[in-house]
C-alpha cells in the first residue's frame, strides 16, 4: 500500500516538472529561432538607421535606441527551414514564382510597392521560396537580384533568381501581335517554368498581385488537391482570343477564365506534361515552333496559364480542387457553351472560394483601403500587441467583414459579391470568419508576425531603383 502511494506521488511530480520544463521552454523559444547577430539591423543599408523592433514600432527611426534587444530578437521571423517546422509539414515543398524583368519601370513599382511589400507580410517562408525568373542577358536584372538577395534574411523569406536566356527563334518576341517584345517573352516563358523551378508546386503569381491575408494552408489546398478558381468572364473579347489560340495549342476548349486569382498553385509536371501534350498536338519538335506557328495564324493572344490550367482540367483533373464561378448563368447551358462532351463541370466543380491576393492593376482603390482593412482584419483578436496609431487606423474597421477576399478585380468585373455572395450571405460569411480563426492561429504561434518593419525594408531596397511607395497604410 505505502510503496504505491509513494509511487502515485512520484508520478505526479514527475508530471508536473515535465509540464513546467515545456512551458519554460516554449516561453524562451523564440530567441532559439531568431537572428541573434543581427540585432534588429539591415547590416548591408550603411545609411539606414536600425529596424525598429516589434510589430507595435511603425515608425522605424523615433525611438529605435531604446527598443530592448529580446524583442529584436523575437521579432523576425524565424528562417528555419519549412520542414522542421509544423505548421505546413504537410504542404508540399512549393515556390512562389515571378517572371519579370527590372527594365520596366512600371513592374518594378508593381514588384517592390504592391507584391513584396503585401507579401512579406502575408507569404510564410515557410511556405516557400520566392523565386524570380530573370532576362539572363540583362545586367540591370543582375544587379536587381543582387540588391535583393540582401533583404532576404529581414523579410523572412528566402529568394532565388534564375535567369532565362532569349529564346532561339527572336519571332516568339512579335508574333503575338499588339504587346511588347518584353510582355511576349514573359508570357513564352511561362511554358517552361518547370525547368527553373524545382518544388513539386509552382505557385504562379503576376508581379502587380497584392496580397490581401495571410495564406493558410486550406487556401492552397483541399486534402492533398491544390486549389484553382475560375470564372466565367466569357463576356470578354480578349478572352474569345484566349481560348481560340489555346484550343490551337491543346486542342481543348477553356471551361472557365484562370487568369482570376493568384497565386495559381501548379504541379510542376502538369507544366511538362502540358508542353509534351502540345509538341504532339500541334505535331512540332519545340515549344518555339508551336508558339509562332499558332501565334502567327490570328489576331488572338495567348494566355499560357490558361492553356496549362486548361490542360490540367482536360487530363490531370483529380489533382486538383476546382471552384468556378459561373456567375449566374445555368449550368447545363454553360457546360453546352464551353466544355465538350464528358467533360463538363459538376456542381462539385462550382462551389466558392475566395481569394488571397488581388489584381492591383485592375483594382481601384485611391483612398488606400485595402491594406488597412486587410491589416486591421490580420491583427483582429491576435495576440499581437498593437500601437495607438494602428489601433485607431483600425477603429473604422472594427465590425467590417471581409468580403474584399471575395473580390480579384474591380475596374473589370471578377468579383464574387454578386454569385456566390450574393446578398452577402452566410456561406461566405461564414467561410471568412473560419478563415480568419485559422490566420488567429498562425499569427498567435508567430508564423506570421505582420510585422510593419518587413514593409519598411522592402522600401528600403526599392530605393536602389529609385522606386518610391505610396504609404502602404
Ligand atoms: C533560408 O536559407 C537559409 C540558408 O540556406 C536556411 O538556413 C533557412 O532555413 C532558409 N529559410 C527559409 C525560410 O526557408
Ligand atoms: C507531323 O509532322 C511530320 C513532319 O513535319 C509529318 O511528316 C507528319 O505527317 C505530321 N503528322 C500529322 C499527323 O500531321
Ligand atoms: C474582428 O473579429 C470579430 C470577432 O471575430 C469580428 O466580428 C470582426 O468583424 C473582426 N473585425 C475585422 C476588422 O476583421
Not at 16 to 25: G, K, T
Not at 312 to 330: G, L, Q, T
Not at 380 to 388: A, D, G, R, S
Request: hydrophobic fraction near 35%.
Amino acid at each position: 500500500m505505502k510503496t504505491k502511494q509513494f509511487y502515485v506521488v512520484v508520478a505526479i511530480l514527475f508530471a508536473v516538472c515535465v509540464l513546467v520544463i515545456h512551458h519554460h521552454m516554449a516561453y524562451i523559444w523564440p530567441t532559439y529561432n531568431g537572428h541573434v547577430d543581427t540585432m534588429g539591423h539591415v547590416a548591408t543599408m550603411g545609411h539606414v538607421a536600425p529596424i525598429s523592433h516589434g510589430v507595435s514600432n511603425i515608425q522605424p527611426t523615433t525611438d529605435v535606441k531604446k527598443a530592448p534587444l529580446r524583442h529584436s530578437v523575437s521579432s523576425i521571423q524565424p528562417t528555419t527551414s519549412r520542414k522542421t517546422v509544423s505548421h505546413f509539414k504537410d504542404v508540399p515543398d512549393m515556390t512562389l514564382t515571378v517572371r519579370m524583368s527590372s527594365n520596366v519601370a512600371s513592374l518594378l513599382n508593381f514588384f517592390f510597392c504592391t507584391m513584396l511589400r503585401s507579401l512579406t507580410l502575408y507569404w510564410s517562408g515557410q511556405l516557400g521560396n520566392l523565386a524570380l525568373i530573370l532576362d539572363k542577358e540583362s545586367q540591370e536584372d543582375h544587379k536587381f537580384a543582387e540588391n535583393l538577395q540582401k533583404y532576404q534574411e529581414h523579410l523572412g523569406i528566402n529568394m532565388s533568381f534564375d535567369y532565362e536566356p532569349l529564346p532561339n527563334n527572336k519571332r516568339v518576341l512579335t508574333v503575338v501581335k499588339g504587346k511588347s517584345r518584353g510582355y511576349n517573352r514573359q508570357l513564352y516563358s511561362s511554358f517552361f517554368m518547370d525547368k527553373f523551378i524545382s518544388t513539386p508546386v509552382v505557385a504562379w503569381i503576376d508581379t502587380d498581385g497584392k496580397f490581401t491575408t495571410p495564406v493558410t494552408r486550406d487556401n492552397i489546398l483541399n486534402g492533398n488537391k491544390l486549389r484553382v478558381k475560375g470564372m466565367n468572364t466569357f463576356q470578354n473579347n480578349w478572352i474569345q482570343g484566349w481560348d481560340k489560340l489555346g484550343k490551337k495549342m491543346i486542342g481543348k476548349p477553356m471551361p472557365s477564365d484562370f487568369m482570376t486569382f493568384f497565386p495559381v498553385y501548379i504541379w510542376r509536371d502538369t507544366i511538362t506534361n502540358c508542353r509534351n501534350h502540345i509538341l504532339k498536338y500541334v505535331n512540332v519538335s519545340t515549344i518555339e515552333e508551336a508558339y509562332i506557328q499558332v501565334g502567327i495564324q490570328d489576331t488572338g493572344i495567348m494566355s499560357p496559364v490558361n492553356i496549362i490550367m486548361t490542360y490540367a482540367y482536360y487530363f490531370e483533373k483529380e489533382r486538383y480542387d476546382w471552384h468556378i464561378d459561373i456567375r449566374n448563368v445555368d449550368l447545363q447551358k454553360y457546360n453546352k457553351l464551353h466544355l465538350i462532351p464528358g467533360h463538363e463541370l459538376t456542381s462539385s466543380d462550382l462551389t466558392p472560394d475566395f481569394h488571397v491576393t488581388l489584381h492591383d492593376k485592375y483594382y481601384k482603390d485611391d483612398k488606400n483601403i485595402v491594406n488597412r482593412q486587410a491589416y486591421c482584419a490580420a491583427v483582429n483578436n491576435t495576440v499581437l500587441n498593437m500601437e495607438q496609431n494602428i489601433k485607431q487606423m483600425c477603429e473604422p474597421f472594427k465590425t467590417n467583414e471581409m468580403w474584399l477576399l471575395f473580390e480579384f478585380c474591380n475596374t473589370i468585373k471578377q468579383e464574387h459579391l454578386t454569385t456566390w455572395c450574393k446578398n452577402k450571405n452566410k456561406h461566405c460569411s461564414s467561410m471568412i470568419k473560419e478563415h480568419y480563426d485559422k490566420t488567429r492561429q498562425l499569427v498567435n504561434k508567430g508564423v506570421y508576425n505582420l510585422d510593419l518593419k518587413k514593409v519598411k525594408v522592402v522600401e528600403e531596397a526599392a530605393k536602389f531603383h529609385n522606386v518610391k511607395c505610396q504609404p502602404f497604410l
